[in-house]
């Protein structure tokens, strides 16, 4: 069976899936006042977790993304669930399996990991033990039995840098996820930040990833971010954009559309070289199925 990284060099276009935390919170799965909430789910409701996975599967993703955004050891810690971290991530991989076991017979879906840069703002600690930390998640996460690291909401350089280090050690693929948003002066930068994205980029590709997708983006932004991508980034891009208000506090855009507007994007994305098309938050199963249903791949 060809491996994840293969069907990407060959140029085949891929679909992820969409948002899994907000898909969550859709489904009722508590979500205030707690930062581990989306982690907490993997053991409190791990029925709603794979049911999630499932219904993108169904919905035609070829690669699900495990629900391990807020299940890193230093966020696991923070919330009093530092002695489960291994339990939850391992226990996350398992789900994702398990849906494909469930409802993906006779095609070849593949799972990456999810891990978030994002550090909880009370507990600061050192870099190298920091660093050390993302690496011990994404080697959980290997050995679990993911294909591929992807680290997500890259939006400064200091504790991505942390996290692809860290992440890199697990020795399989490493994948980027930067999340960009078009400055005042019409400039991409990374996310909440004033740094540009082409510093982010500068700083941050030389770690070496095998692909690097804009994640966590408002989709009217995604165009001028992909130029500076591409610029700097001749292997394979992905884009996973936000689509309408969010559920979960702080993950909140005011940029709602429609299904069928996601899909006439995607086109344009596509269009421009874009490979493998998920979704962030408020990108539920609809967007991907009407996106794989409509949307005439060309080679
Ligand atoms: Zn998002």
Same mark, same amino acid.
Request: overall charge negative.
């Given at each position: 069976?060809? #491996?994840?990284?293969?069907?990407?060099?060959?140029?085949?276009?891929?679909?992820? %899936?969409?948002?899994?935390?907000?898909?969550?919170?859709?489904?009722? *799965?508590?979500?205030?006042?707690?930062?581990?909430?989306?982690?907490?789910?993997?053991? %409190?409701?791990?029925?709603?977790?794979?049911?999630?996975?499932?219904?993108?599967?169904?919905?035609?993703?070829?690669?699900?993304?495990?629900?391990?955004?807020?299940?890193?050891?230093?966020?696991?810690?923070?919330?009093?669930?530092?002695? /489960?971290?291994?339990? *939850?991530? #391992?226990?996350?991989?398992?789900?994702? =399996?398990?849906?494909?076991?469930?409802?993906?017979?006779?095609?070849?879906?593949?799972?990456?990991?999810?891990?978030?840069?994002?550090?909880?703002?009370?507990?600061?600690?050192?870099?190298?033990?920091? /660093?050390?930390?993302?690496?011990?998640?994404?080697?959980?996460?290997?050995?679990?039995?993911?294909?591929?690291?992807?680290?997500?909401?890259?939006?400064? *350089?200091?504790?991505?840098?942390?996290?692809?280090?860290?992440?890199?050690?697990?020795?399989?693929?490493?994948?980027?996820?930067?999340?960009? #948003?078009?400055?005042?002066?019409?400039?991409?930068?990374? =996310?909440?930040?004033?740094?540009?994205?082409?510093?982010?980029?500068?700083?941050?590709?030389?770690?070496?990833?095998?692909?690097?997708?804009?994640?966590? #983006?408002?989709?009217?932004?995604?165009?001028?971010?992909?130029?500076?991508?591409?610029?700097?980034?001749?292997?394979?891009?992905?884009?996973?954009?936000?689509?309408?208000?969010?559920?979960?506090?702080?993950?909140?855009?005011?940029?709602? =559309?429609?299904?069928?507007? =996601?899909?006439?994007?995607?086109?344009?994305? *596509?269009?421009?070289?874009?490979?493998?098309?998920?979704?962030?938050?408020?990108?539920?199963?609809?967007?991907?199925?009407?996106?794989?249903?409509?949307?005439?791949?060309?080679?």
């Amino acid at each position: 069976m060809a #491996t994840l990284y293969d069907r990407i060099k060959a140029g085949e276009f891929l679909f992820l %899936d969409g948002g899994t935390g907000t898909e969550l919170a859709r489904r009722g *799965i508590p979500h205030e006042d707690d930062p581990c909430w989306s982690a907490r789910a993997v053991v %409190d409701y791990p029925d709603a977790v794979r049911e999630v996975h499932a219904d993108f599967i169904r919905a035609g993703s070829d690669i699900i993304i495990t629900n391990t955004f807020r299940a890193s050891p230093l966020m696991l810690n923070a919330c009093g669930l530092g002695d /489960r971290w291994v339990e *939850i991530n #391992t226990a996350a991989v398992r789900l994702a =399996y398990d849906a494909i076991e469930e409802v993906g017979a006779g095609r070849q879906i593949h799972v990456i990991g999810s891990l978030a840069t994002t550090t909880p703002a009370a507990a600061p600690i050192p870099p190298e033990e920091e /660093r050390r930390m993302f690496a011990r998640q994404a080697m959980t996460l290997a050995d679990a039995g993911v294909e591929a690291v992807l680290v997500e909401m890259i939006n400064d *350089i200091e504790h991505s840098r942390l996290a692809l280090e860290g992440a890199k050690e697990a020795g399989i693929a490493l994948w980027g996820g930067f999340s960009c #948003t078009i400055g005042e002066k019409g400039v991409p930068l990374l =996310y909440g930040s004033d740094i540009p994205l082409e510093q982010g980029l500068r700083a941050l590709l030389p770690i070496g990833l095998k692909m690097v997708c804009l994640m966590h #983006t408002v989709a009217g932004d995604m165009g001028p971010c992909l130029d500076v991508l591409r610029q700097h980034w001749s292997g394979p891009i992905g884009v996973a954009p936000h689509a309408s208000r969010s559920p979960v506090p702080n993950q909140s855009v005011a940029d709602a =559309y429609t299904p069928e507007e =996601y899909r006439s994007r995607a086109r344009k994305w *596509i269009s421009s070289g874009v490979r493998i098309l998920g979704g962030c938050c408020g990108i539920g199963p609809e967007y991907i199925r009407t996106a794989r249903d409509g949307i005439q791949l060309l080679g």
